[in-house]
């Protein structure tokens, strides 16, 4: 099948019942050319790849993929396949011209909802409050494996609940005439001098000392010391929760590093609040530039114990590393020594020396304030502007009401619509409720409303809501989040449909931070990185089990980090593939063998002309070693997610009476997997997917489970497992890696770096119209039809010339007809492709 989109998500639209009357030209024109040419393949006796096509009766809304995927096929010519009777030419344009027009009847469909990483950003825009709402929401379906495709984001009785339930703790952590309720605990450790009495003023509001770990330094603050992952070391305390057990509980947080000796790594602070981990991150201001560090939580979303709220700040190191005249620690178990020892880890030294003397970093706590119970001042003063003091009257509420609307609306909002939420709150006045507390009641109403929780669309009839549904649609697939002031005021100027503005705003959306909610998002569910990766050793009690988290956070980052790289620098395709750099680390430095680098952050690194990996994200160990976890069958998975995720030509899924491949199997143990899949392809049914899969996955034999290179493997492989600790030990002989296979159209290669070559050579156009199909799917909400394939075809032959740099593809994404759904001119179908 071509497309990105697996047989598997056409096969539940073809078994359904027929409809109930044919459609008289589904009749004249598609039934004959179905059965002539069609149907013995993908009928009711027989259904290759999962197809069923004789139990369709025309072109609906159900089976709109379906239709896309047969006007390809026969388009390409790929279908009917070779050996077979073919159409004449005016059959195939009949059919391809009736399939086209059909399909155009139908429209675009309807809007979508926000999913839940939009509605979360949503809330957190318009209240100011910077609190992971989403933790709160359940998990959206997908369509084409993303979180914004509109048939995926119905609603759900227990979904709209739950939504009830976090619009309500949102608003509720405001207030606008109400004063600040409950206690600030606050401490400046710079005055700090016993750390057992430092706590003696909290006592009585309820405060509960667990673990007051750390040494106090008057004149600079708390030192920490940064302890090994595994270490259960840390400041820990509980404060008392508010009686309901609900509201946003505040943590600021004022820190700094302090590095006795030079060339130390730097740490990292481990912050959890109510038994959820809420940051790793790694401390690098000096301690006349402190970090200042603020976290807010929903109570409801913690662990709320007897005596309060647990606050745990740790200071750990994840990276092993060695200071000159300190010995290695050594953390193995005497009685199982380690062949070769235990790795490097770091210094042993005296734990009694003075905090200036000891080899380790140091996390440097200035100051903690804790709101347990906070209530913030709504509207947040970082949006700039006069909004004027609030008071007690119809006035205020109004104004507020209306600042409140239009942010959650996403566009200006009018007196008739504003109009029942300003009578829901003069009925709750009239009860008696106060000032803020019918105000918040008003609120939460407005973000029930659909304007708030569903997409507007561009086709929208009044052209101003319409200006808007675009600056919200570039917004929230460039940043993930609604749109900001630049971008409100050009759609209020009805500036959103003119290119050169659309492709300005592209320019500025990606350069800016923010954009991370774009390519961290689309990346992630483009190339599937949540699946696990494996760190193994080759034994138990190596140290690097120690580092394992912050190792493979970095391998995921990596991927996102070299993604958002070639967009920002605008560089072409061809890199995502093939290229002589990659974004590193300290901790990459050291996995993929190359000279030490300090910090965590990802930096530019050539790559060294012997490297074997070269440069693309096919390189990567956090891609490679995910591919490996759910068993031996690494061929089968590297090669099929190769098809489906980078060359744009995903294979059906296996059927369900073929067993599975164990390598392990005491008959197979020890043979080569060619051996094993020549086998396995005997199988007539197994023969037709492997024959594209397992040629193509040979290319990937030179990644370990780890996702480090290798030249020799061995006969067979031994894993063991142990508290999260992974050994996986060779067995048997060597012999070399054999990476030689083929690419889907013949071309064959003998090692990683010709397949790399080869596919930047020859298959550059499918990985390019794969990623423009996702772009389409992630910033319209659908799967391309065949007017929107039309239309990738222009975007990429507009930008064939210049190796289709992957900015002026967003950009082609972002002015299409389809982004803007403007179907008064629809691209003429464009000659199959070569």
């Known amino acids: 099948m071509s497309g990105r989109f697996p047989v598997s998500l056409f096969a539940c639209v073809l078994f359904v019942a027929p409809a109930a009357a044919a459609d008289e030209s589904f009749t004249d024109v598609a039934a004959p050319f179905l059965k002539q040419h069609c149907l013995g393949c993908h009928g009711e006796k027989k259904q290759e790849g999962g197809v069923r096509l004789d139990q369709v009766t025309g072109v609906e809304a159900g089976n709109h993929t379906l239709w896309t995927l047969v006007h390809q096929k026969v ?91 976090v619009t309500r703790r949102a608003v509720d952590g405001l207030r606008f005439l109400d004063p600040p309720r409950g206690k600030t605990f606050a401490l400046d450790f710079r005055e700090v001098k016993d750390l057992k009495k430092a706590f003696d003023a909290w006592k009585a509001e309820g405060f509960a000392g667990k673990e007051l770990k750390g040494i106090a330094r008057p ?10 992952v595994g270490d259960r070391e840390e400041l820990s305390f509980a404060v008392p929760a508010p009686p309901s057990k609900e509201g946003v509980l505040r943590l600021t947080l004022t820190v700094s590093v302090m590095k006795p000796f030079p060339n130390l790594p730097n740490p990292r602070l481990w912050v959890r609040i109510g038994g959820r981990d809420l940051d790793f991150r790694e401390i690098t201001a000096a301690s006349d530039k402190p970090q200042r560090l603020v976290y807010e939580v929903q109570l409801g979303d913690l662990v709320v114990q007897p005596k309060g709220v647990t606050i745990a700040l740790a200071g750990k190191v994840e990276v092993p590393y060695a200071v000159e005249g300190f010995e290695n620690e050594d953390k193995s178990n005497p009685k199982d020594p380690v062949p070769g020892g235990t790795g490097p880890f770091r210094p042993f030294f ?25 209530v913030t001042a709504w509207p947040s003063v970082s949006w700039g502007g006069d909004v004027g003091a609030a008071k007690d009257d119809a006035n205020s509420a109004k104004r507020l009401l209306t600042l409140w609307t239009d942010r959650a609306w996403r566009r200006p909002t009018t007196e008739a619509e504003r109009e029942p939420f300003l009578k829901l709150y003069e009925k709750l006045r009239g009860e008696g409720l106060n000032f803020d507390t019918a105000l918040r009641a008003a609120f939460r109403s407005v973000l029930m409303s659909a304007h708030f929780r569903y997409h507007a669309s561009p086709a929208h009839p009044d052209k101003a809501v319409a200006q808007h549904a675009i600056a919200s649609r570039l917004s929230f ?7 900001d002031a630049e971008l409100r005021k050009l759609a209020t100027a009805a500036k959103l449909r003119e290119p050169a503005v659309l492709d300005a705003q592209v320019d500025r959306l990606l350069a800016d931070p923010r954009s991370d909610g774009f390519v961290r998002p689309f990346v ?16 138990i009690n190596k140290q690097d089990f120690r580092f394992a988290r912050y190792l493979k956070a970095s391998m995921r980052d990596e991927t996102v980090g070299y993604v958002a790289r070639l967009i920002a620098d605008n560089r072409p395709a061809a890199e995502l593939v093939s290229s002589d750099w ?48 759910m068993g031996d069958n690494w061929v089968i998975y590297r090669g099929a997610w190769a098809l489906r995720h980078v060359l744009d030509m995903p294979p059906p899924p296996p059927p369900l009476e073929v067993p ?74 060597t012999r070399p890696v054999d990476a030689t296979g083929r690419l889907p159209r013949g071309e064959e290669f003998k090692s990683f770096a010709e397949f790399k070559k080869l596919l930047a050579e020859k298959y550059q156009p499918d990985i390019v119209r794969g990623l423009m199909k996702n772009w389409f799917v992630y910033g319209t909400g659908r799967v391309p039809g065949i007017d929107d394939l039309n239309e990738i075809a222009e975007i990429m032959s507009t930008n064939r010339a210049k190796g289709y740099p992957l900015r002026d593809l967003i950009k082609g994404v972002v002015t299409s007809r389809a982004f803007l759904e403007r179907y008064d001119s629809p691209v003429e179908t464009q000659p199959p492709r070569k």
């Open 582 to 629: 990659t974004l590193m680390n300290d901790a990459l430095a050291r996995h993929y063998g190359y000279p030490p680098l300090e910090g965590g952050h990802l930096r530019k690194v050539a790559l060294r002309a012997e490297d074997p990996r070269g440069g693309g994200v096919l390189g990567h160990a956090g891609i490679q070693s995910m591919l490996c976890w």
């Open 350 to 374: 005296d734990r009694k020396l003075p905090p200036e003397k000891q080899p380790s970093p140091f996390v440097v706590l200035h100051d903690i304030f804790i709101e347990p119970d906070a």
């Open 477 to 483: 697939m460039l940043w993930g989040e609604p749109p």
């Open 524 to 539: 992630v569910q483009w190339l599937e990185l949540e699946q696990p990766i494996t760190i193994a050793q080759s034994h």
């Open 75 to 165: 388009a390409s010519g790929e279908m009917p396949p070779k050996g077979r009777a073919q159409p004449t030419g005016a059959e195939k344009d009949k059919l391809l011209k009736w399939v086209a027009t059909k399909q155009r009847a139908l429209g675009v469909g309807g809007t979508r909802r926000l999913n839940r990483r939009e509605l979360a950003a949503s809330l957190r825009d318009v209240t100011g409050l910077n609190i992971d709402f989403a933790a709160a929401l359940p998990g959206d379906g997908t369509v084409a494996g993303f979180d914004t495709g509109a048939d995926a984001l119905q609603e759900a009785s227990d979904g709209v609940a739950q939504w009830l339930v």
């Open 660 to 733: 599975e491949l164990n390598p392990s199997d005491g008959k197979n143990k020890g043979k080569p997997f060619r051996e094993l899949l020549k086998q396995h392809q005997a199988d007539a049914k197994c023969a037709v997917c492997h024959k594209n899969i397992d040629p193509l996955g040979f290319a990937f034999q030179n990644f370990d489970i780890s996702g480090r290179w290798r030249d020799v493997e061995h006969e067979s492989y031994k894993r063991g497992e142990l508290d999260g600790r992974i050994a996986w030990v060779g067995e048997g002989k």
């Open 219 to 228: 004149g600079l603050g708390l030192l920490i010391e940064s302890r090994a």
